[in-house]
């Protein structure tokens, strides 16, 4: 009879090993740093003596800088055409009559309130996870964390299709035209192939992100957005698919992008080291860990989004609502187009600071998050100040009634105070640390317990209007940059660092349990 193993004893000693193994690596890693330190010591102790410790400062700072830039730059272009796909296909639905944009409008804000905006804050979770895995050499992980998450957004996309063959129903239950609601419907239900693709498509980015792979991504944007234009002139003018074919088209798009991106995975000897193999048992592993940090990734991303949206929505309360609804529509549009720029920024010292902190360079980190307050600062100047120029003539691009040219000219202030307040909060969100969970929670005291009782209190008792709905989420983003301000301040960089190892050490773990 063959003698068998006691699970009672096999387990402890598997956990005794772990827990050795990983006192060991932590030991390596801390002398490693130690050492690092020392050096830097030594190196600023040389400088200070030779009266150079100022320029070596100043030559940090402007290479951490130039890094950024070069991350940035392609990720505020990738964010740019990746927004005008739905600004395409509604300018193509907007030749097809009034019913058919108002519904294809309706459809797409309600498709990202219940389904884009949530896969996307899932996908964000990469950004802690793989980039401080590529900063810490464990190459191998990269892939494998991306795989994981194409699986769990590719599952959670089931249950969001299921929501949106019910569009009619829900928007009617909501207190939309019923019309309206019946067009929106085909156009939701046309677009559920799409969060199939959107979900890889948002993984495949953050795995080209966070190992500085960058222009490929925009090589493949380009390219998707140009046949994009065609392909939705066809299929909404030609096909006799309508406002449907529009759908169809981000559908396609969608899937032209995570073609042109996965074969770059495919052949690219840039990929060779972090996509080792396709989908094995260790992609189906260790979802409980992602989902920790997937989840207030999440819930991040949507209780700021779905703020924006409630205040569309309230200003079909007030007097006048065709003209409240307009302005504040064109204000939301103006500032997500404004916001993709330090969102890029966000995504550069995102990647910055999971790298360091992944290889063990705490102050390297710091000095990351320093250069793109810096950077995004003067940004939201500049912009700020392009916003208040063309406040009188900005209007005129979205329509030719005076009096909604007039009500926006007096709006485009208080979106130039909300684009420098809201750029700062994109870059202390604070992805690189694996910080999602307690950005849900300021979010949720940002916007729910503070900004929008403040919005109702200002439009509804102080009848201050639509400015009113604008500036209680404009109360909201300050206090929110407020307590991320603070958050970043008084972070103790060693002790990311070392989470970082922990958190990579026990993503290795398991990796290597399954094999």
């Known amino acids: 009879m063959d003698k068998q193993e006691n699970p009672s004893t096999t387990l402890p000693l598997l ?124 190459y191998e992980m990269v892939g494998i964390h991306t795989q994981r998450a194409m699986v769990l957004l590719l599952l959670i996309s089931i249950p969001i ?39 890889i498509l948002q993984c495949l980015i953050r795995f080209f992100q966070t190992q500085n792979i960058v222009f490929p991504m925009l090589l493949t944007s380009g390219i998707t957005t140009l046949l994009h234009i065609l392909v939705c002139w066809l299929l909404v003018f030609k096909s006799g698919l309508g406002s449907k074919g529009a759908a169809l088209a981000n559908t396609i798009s969608y899937c032209i992008n995570c ?25 189906f592993q260790g979802i409980p860990a992602l989902l920790r940090l997937a989840i207030p990734s999440a819930v991040m991303v949507c209780l700021e989004m779905w703020s924006f949206e409630m205040i569309v929505l309230l200003s079909g309360l007030l007097p006048n609502p065709a003209l409240e609804t307009s302005v504040l529509s064109i204000s939301l549009n103006t500032t997500s187009l404004v916001w993709v720029i330090p969102e890029g920024f966000s995504g550069a010292v995102s990647t910055r600071v999971s790298n360091e902190l992944g290889a063990g360079k705490p102050e390297a980190a710091r000095t990351a998050v320093y250069v793109v307050l810096c950077m995004t600062v003067s940004e939201s100047i500049v912009m700020g100040l392009i916003l208040i120029l063309i406040r009188n003539a900005w209007g005129y691009a979205y329509s030719s009634e005076m009096e909604v040219v007039t009500y926006l000219a007096s709006m485009m202030p208080l979106l130039a105070l909300t684009n420098f307040v809201d750029g700062l909060t994109c870059v202390l969100s604070a992805r690189g640390c694996g910080w999602q969970k307690i950005g849900a929670y300021i ?19 102080l009848h201050i209007g639509g400015k009113g709905l604008w500036l209680g989420i404009l109360c909201a983003i300050t ?37």
């Open 15 to 138: 956990s005794t090993s772990r827990s050795l193994t990983g006192e060991a690596i932590e030991e390596g890693i801390q002398i490693e740093r130690n050492i690092n330190e020392f050096k830097h010591d030594q190196l600023r102790a040389c400088l200070v003596q030779q009266g150079k410790y100022n320029n070596w400062g100043k030559r940090v700072f402007v290479e951490e800088a130039k890094k950024q830039v070069w991350l940035a730059g392609p990720l505020i272009l990738v964010g740019l055409l990746t927004f005008s796909l739905h600004i395409i296909s509604l300018m193509m639905v907007g030749h097809l009559g009034e019913l058919a944009l108002s519904a294809a409008s309706m459809a797409t804000s309600f498709a990202y309130v219940t389904g884009f905006s949530f896969l996307l804050g899932m996908a964000s979770a990469l950004e802690t996870i793989c980039g401080q895995s590529y900063g810490a050499e464990q």
């Open 161 to 199: 299709s299921v929501i949106w063959s019910f569009t009619e129903p829900i928007l009617v239950a909501l207190g939309q035209n019923h019309d309206i609601a019946a067009e929106a419907a085909p156009y939701a239900q046309f677009m559920i192939p799409s969060l199939f693709a959107y979900s």
């Open 259 to 283: 073609m042109l991106l996965a074969a770059y995975v495919k052949f690219s000897s840039s990929c060779s080291r972090t996509w080792t193999s396709s989908f094995s048992k260790a992609s």
């Open 443 to 461: 979010n949720l005291g940002s916007f729910y317990i503070v900004g929008l009782p403040v919005a109702i209190l200002l439009a509804f008792y």
């Open 479 to 515: 206090l929110q940059v407020i307590a991320f301000l603070v958050i970043t301040l008084k972070t103790d960089w060693e002790q990311q660092a070392k989470k970082a190892t922990e958190r990579v050490y026990e993503s290795k773990v398991v990796k290597e349990m399954v094999f």
